[in-house]
């Protein structure tokens, strides 16, 4: 059964830090993996996705890195504004044939940037 | 830009009642998801239905359950009698279906609360 871990729980940091979150799992046979940001009782934003044949991807001053092999991805925020506060979900896909694109949720990460 | 659209925002209803959660997909995807999160957990799947049936289904989606894409619209999550434990935020998703990954989006929430 594929299990979703993300650490840190929670982060703090001051606004213009770059930061790393990170996102592990545990089966490898993942299709892709999706970033999500979650605002305080909001529905779920979808950031960026990484097909698992790629190494990562770019929007803006976010930058998602997979290592599929390893299990882990890392999702990076240049920059980072207090504008980026939320929590940030890394959700995997499972690979073959009866998958229909059910996606497995990490606890995310609560973000706070402060002035 | 096209969206998920969800109704009602929030439901309050009584332990027994059934109730029904609306939702319309973005008008091109195939693909149609319901996920909940109960407060404080992580956001998990339900169900997924692809050309009018159920093609994949978690343990939580038991009797209780079911699904429906009454229009060429609407797809609807339906709870015939509700328990406490249905408290949750519950979170319609979809995707266009095309041959290589293509991300999901997610809806606002039904913040279902069961008296």
């Known amino acids: 059964k594929q299990e979703v871990t993300q650490i840190p729980a929670a982060l703090s940091v001051p606004e213009g830090e770059n930061l790393v979150l990170n996102c592990s799992f545990t089966?490898?046979?993942?299709?892709?993996l999706q970033w999500f940001r979650q605002d305080p009782g909001k529905g779920l934003t979808s950031l960026l996705l990484?097909?698992?044949?790629?190494r990562e991807q770019t929007s803006g001053r976010l930058n998602a890195s997979l290592d599929k092999s390893s299990g882990r991805s890392t999702l990076y925020i240049a920059a980072s504004q207090p504008g980026d506060s939320a929590t940030y979900l890394c959700?995997?896909?499972?690979?073959?044939?009866?998958?229909?694109?059910?996606?497995?949720f990490g606890q995310g990460t609560i973000l706070t940037v402060h002035p | 830009e096209p969206e998920v659209t969800q109704t009602p925002s929030h439901q309050v209803t009584q332990m027994g009642q059934e109730v029904i959660l609306r939702c319309v997909p973005i008008?091109?995807?195939?693909?149609f998801y319901w996920y909940r999160q109960i407060l404080g957990q992580k956001v998990e799947f339900l169900v997924s239905?692809?050309?009018?049936?159920?093609?994949?289904k978690s343990e939580i989606f038991d009797d209780q359950f079911s699904v429906e894409r009454p229009d060429g619209s609407n797809f609807t999550l339906k709870i015939r009698s509700t328990k406490l434990e249905d408290s949750a935020m519950y979170f319609c998703?979809?995707?266009?279906?095309?041959?290589?990954?293509?991300?999901?989006?997610f809806g606002p929430g039904t913040r279902l609360t069961v008296l």
């Open positions: 998703a979809s995707r266009v279906g095309l041959a290589g990954g293509r991300e999901q989006f």
């Open positions: 089966d490898s046979a993942i299709y892709n």
């Open positions: 990484i097909q698992s044949s790629q």
């Open positions: 959700a995997v896909r499972p690979t073959g044939g009866t998958s229909y694109g059910k996606l497995t």
């Open positions: 008008s091109n995807h195939l693909y």
């Open positions: 239905f692809y050309n009018n049936e159920i093609s994949e």
